[in-house]
């Protein structure tokens, strides 16, 4: 006999769905958000509160189009606003733990010059190649604007790394 959650969701169905998004999705939020916010201690933060966050309320986030996208929009955004208000130091590049998956040292000091919006849009658009529409979902912001920063910021990264 299931359990019954709110919702109606059977435990057992609705907890090995989670489990498998959970294990299938934690580590890629976890490094995006590491190597866009260059700190990996807020970045473990941000994803396990965006995870807690989604299994309270998997019945519906299941049903998403993109529910990998809503939880790093969700950590991302936690995590944004623990930096505006202080309530966590900013580690840099040289705190990093997680796996750079940026092989050359002036690329990573280049993005670090970026302003986290646009590194966001460059991490998640170029190093791991999502698509214009599931960038501006997971930032919440529309495909234009993904674009514009994109353009911005590739021009600023070839200058840093160029030094034009």
Do not use: C
Not at 98 to 118: F, I, K, N, Q
Request: glycine residues 4%; aromatic residues 10%; negative net charge.
């Amino acid at each position: 006999m299931d359990v019954v959650l709110s919702h109606s969701q059977p435990l057992g169905r609705s907890r090995s769905d989670f489990e498998e998004f959970y294990a299938d999705w934690s580590d890629e939020v976890y490094r995006t958000l590491a190597v866009t916010l260059r700190d990996s201690e807020l970045a473990r933060e941000a994803t396990d509160e965006a995870m807690v966050r989604a299994y309270s309320r998997w019945s519906k986030v299941r049903r998403f189009d993109n529910p990998s996208g809503w939880v790093y929009r969700v950590a991302y955004n936690w995590a944004l606003d623990r930096l505006r208000r202080r309530d966590h130091p900013v580690a840099g590049f040289t705190e990093l733990s997680v796996a750079d998956p940026l092989p050359r040292p002036d690329l990573a000091r280049a993005l670090d010059s970026l302003p986290v919006d646009h590194r966001a849009v460059v991490v998640l658009r170029v190093v791991h190649d999502w698509s214009e529409e599931n960038v501006a979902y997971a930032l919440g912001i529309p495909v234009g604007t993904v674009k514009s920063r994109l353009s911005r910021a590739l021009q600023k990264l070839r200058i840093e790394v160029e030094g034009e």
